[in-house]
């Protein structure tokens, strides 16, 4: 019996009649396939990638699995559809934190036609994307058992975050007094067993960032970094099942040699964000860490980010 996510915190949702994705109790996620050339290159792209023997173990760890495409009957009740059959990231979660952050400061591809390039550049001008290298584009956080989850009201309002805004989230996103009122400080509780340690969302980031460093088979347009983790097992003291996986890859193009600049810078930027929050969570400025960030990469007019030096 396939029902609706619980746990999605952004793409098309399957509420209301609208078409979005479906999830079984076997810990099986059923993504709709887009009709258009978008479908066939993820698709694509999923039978590249886990094939592909180049690619080392740990690094796939960070993608979910694949079980090919099934015909099941759609959410919007059209009658069956092709689905992606993916791993469901969420299983065997009980009260998950999660946050989908879109990495790189340009959501397009260069050869994409012209009309869907001023789309995304419209949309990447307008949200923290260009700034930042980044994006939020959807977050959901447990409070408490009693007060259930924060989640924004229009997720929009979420993707053009300032900096100083979005250094507040990540760190609401580790704290204890989860609150919606804005006197109160995050107080960053779980950051160091969240963020931190080694198994922690840093050192994973910074393990996927030293294979972006070197891969040149592909190039991720609008792909996202989520990152989740159990604020119930923090709070007792228990691993907290933090990890981060890549999502999204209907806009993932051949790398043809070129080291993907777009999403490592974007990458890049992330990481120095969570690594002042671990460094110094009381007095950080994000501003700051946009500056050093920048001082590493050339903004082009058309939105292009041109790497000077990641090291």
Known sequence: MLKVPDHQVAGHRARDGRLGPLIDDAGRFYKPLQGDERGANEVSFYASFSSNTKIPDHIKSFFPEFDGTRLVEASDGSGMQTHLVLQDLTFGHVNPSIMDIKIGSRTWHPQAPDGYVHRCLKKDRGTSSLPLGFRVSGARIFKSTESGYWEPE????????????????????????????????????????????????????????????????????SSSVLMMFEKDLASSGKSPRAEIKLVDFAHVHKGNGVIDHNFLGGLCSFIKFISEILTTPEDSSADSLVEDAQRNHIHSENGSVYDVSLN
């Open 154 to 221: 229009n997720r929009l309002s979420i993707q053009t975050l300032s900096a100083d805004e979005v250094k507040l989230l990540l760190k609401s996103f580790v704290s204890s007094n989860t609150s919606e009122e804005p006197h109160m400080k995050p107080d960053c509780a779980f950051a160091s067993t969240v963020y931190g340690g080694s198994n922690g969302i840093l050192s994973q980031l910074v393990e996927l960032k030293a294979w972006f460093e070197d891969q040149t088979i592909y190039h991720f347009y």
